[in-house]
């Protein structure tokens, strides 16, 4: 590649917003009553940006490619990733369209999330191809691809692109907030890391096989057998690896104090990513890698606060 300016070790490309992060009697009443809740936080979120804030705490030279609006909210993101040490080169901002925004409603084992998408749709195949040409990555994530059309219209083209640069390249669709989960089987095939939920590799492996899988197991086998390796985050029993058609590994998680799961999956993400990039070899240890990154982002509010080391993550099991 010509023109680099810098060299990263991964582009994360995505979603980029604030989490308005509420806790308390947050299941909404409607009738005009009015409820009173214990916190309130506004605070990084977006599944790429708390990726991409994981992968630079655990050392990864990292880059991201999103689009913000020039507001408030958007002046508050670049901030939160300057200070996480994430690149923000590759982050576009728009001044006609505001910045995305998600609302959540936070339990401790569960939570609720009300998005407006604002700019998190504008983000286009060019302009990754953009930052790749200019940054170089070894690795490029892509996260929320739902929440993304624009991008995902084109994703199998720009997979080939990159496959054809040698670049390896992971998919964390997040949740299709229209329930249809269509568009998936041509990008699995050409992707090399797919991480979805147990609830996402349901729904999932419906849409691509047509019927309804007796189980996680039978899901992620029929979603792995399209090429892709499948590691799927399965909250507190950690993750579970599947190539081939067949499970390979599994890892447990650790037993924390839960303060607040938002975000979980993306630090789990970051935890995988960061052992492919530290040349980790043996699947189950990548999975340890990942479910304790998992683990240890819960202790704390919001996606980013608790999020794992290096130290964390390479020491011995007890």
């Known amino acids: 590649m010509s023109g680099i300016d810098v060299l990263v070790d991964v582009l994360v490309v995505g979603d980029a917003n604030p989490d308005l992060l509420l806790t308390g009697d947050t299941v909404p009443r409607f009738g005009q009553a009015e409820q009173l809740l214990d916190t309130a936080d506004l605070l990084l979120g977006g599944s790429a940006a708390i990726v991409a804030c994981g992968l630079a705490r ?58 407006l998408p604002g700019t998190i749709p504008s983000l286009s195949a060019a302009a990754v191809r953009e930052a790749v040409e200019r940054l170089s990555p070894r690795h490029v994530h892509i996260a929320s691809y739902f929440l993304q059309p624009r991008l995902a219209a ?54 691509v096989t047509g019927a309804a899988p007796a189980g996680l197991e039978e899901a992620a086998s029929a979603l792995s057998a399209l090429g892709c390796r499948v590691v799927v985050k399965a909250g507190a029993e950690g993750g579970i690896a599947f190539e081939g058609g067949a499970r390979v590994a599994a890892a447990a998680g650790l037993q924390v104090e839960v303060a607040d799961t938002t975000g979980a999956g993306d630090s789990f993400d970051a935890g995988y990513l960061a052992s492919l990039l530290a040349g980790v070899a043996d699947e189950e240890e990548r999975l340890r890698w990942a479910a304790t990154a998992g683990s240890l982002s819960v202790r704390g509010r919001g996606g980013t606060a608790t999020q794992a080391t290096c130290h964390d993550l390479t020491l011995p099991v007890a």
């Open 58 to 115: 655990l050392g990864a030279t990292t880059a991201l490619a999103a689009v913000v609006g020039g507001d408030r909210f958007g002046s508050f993101v670049l901030d939160e990733l300057r200070s996480a040490g994430v690149d923000v080169s590759a982050v576009t901002v728009d001044d006609a369209v505001p910045t995305g925004l998600s609302v959540v409603l936070s339990e401790p084992h569960d939570r609720a999330i009300l998005t």
């Open 154 to 207: 084109t994703l199998p083209d720009l997979l080939g692109w990159l496959g054809e640069r040698g670049i390896t390249v992971s998919l964390d669709t997040n949740w299709d907030p229209s329930e249809r989960w269509g568009g998936l089987e041509e990008v699995l095939r050409r992707v090399a890391v797919f991480l979805p939920n147990r609830e996402e590799a349901l729904a999932i492996a419906t849409a």
